[in-house]
């Protein structure tokens, strides 16, 4: 299948190369940034990026004018890009291929057998998530991100289709609540395997099958009490389909087992 090297890649693989190979501390309280806190902020982080990735897969769909309707309740899909925040800013481009790999135009489209799509995310907006015992996290995120997607399965006897692809994100996200402030510079080379959806999609809005990965390299600032603490932290998060019937869907960071629904995006670890 053809694909294309995203240029940002080798600079942001090389940053995270760079990263230590081991959670570091600064001085000060450490008891500021435990462990705990800093997995599950950087798996609410990672799980809010894998339903945008799954919005924008969508969204390549319904740019090639395939039929995307899903039923009434499902926040997933919707117009454009399905539930993108308004303030983000995303290009696409796209190149088709027939069955023996050629390019070719994409109409018609019966003529398509996959098409690679080079999308850029960029812009920023805010979450909120309750924690339980009175605690309401406010989650501000400021993006850019690039994206290399694949879609196959497009031939007409085709009952489902299939995303693949890689992506690099160069994300600042910013954590808060009544108690403490966090914020996480995060370098992160984001994975799609085999992601696969099924038709028609108005019946099955979530992908029945496949994983989507990221490699994360985060310098974790938190401010509580007049004091600040600062970790270097490495996290791999795996997010395994197929979802359930309200959109949860299994994540696993660094062997801990969380839960994501893919409509509210919270993640429960």
């Not at 769909?61 to 890009?81: H, K, M, N, R, T």
């Amino acid at each position: 299948m053809k694909r294309n090297i995203i240029p940002s890649m080798l600079a942001v693989a090389a940053l995270a190369g760079a990263a230590a190979c081991s959670d570091s501390t600064s001085p000060g309280s450490a008891s500021l940034t435990t462990d705990q806190q800093v997995t599950a902020d950087v798996a609410q982080s990672a799980g809010d990026a894998l339903v945008l990735d799954i919005q924008s897969m969508a969204g390549n769909e319904l740019s090639v004018g395939l039929p995307l309707a899903a039923p009434a309740g499902f926040q997933l899909f919707g117009a454009s890009d399905p539930g993108m925040p308004a303030s983000l800013s995303i290009t696409r481009s796209r190149t088709c291929y027939d069955q023996s790999n050629a390019v070719i135009t994409c109409t018609p489209l019966s003529a398509v057998y996959s098409i690679n799509f080079q999308l850029s995310l960029s812009g920023s907006f805010a979450r909120y998530f309750d924690r339980g015992n009175g605690v309401t996290d406010t989650m501000q995120a400021s993006i850019n991100r690039s994206r290399n997607w694949t879609l196959s399965g497009l031939q007409n006897t085709d009952s489902t289709r299939q995303h693949d692809g890689v992506g690099t994100a160069a994300d600042t996200t910013y954590f808060s609540n009544a108690r403490r402030s966090r914020s996480a510079k995060e370098l992160a080379i984001d994975s799609a395997v085999a992601i696969i959806v099924k038709l028609p999609r108005a019946t099955h809005p979530w992908p029945i099958s496949g994983s989507w990965i990221r490699n994360v390299n985060a310098i974790v600032v938190v401010t509580a009490n007049g004091t600040t603490n600062t970790r270097t932290v490495q996290r791999r998060v795996v997010v395994t389909f197929p979802a359930d019937n309200q959109g949860n869907v299994a994540l696993d960071i660094n062997g801990q087992a969380c839960t994501l629904n893919l409509v509210t995006h919270k993640v429960v670890c």
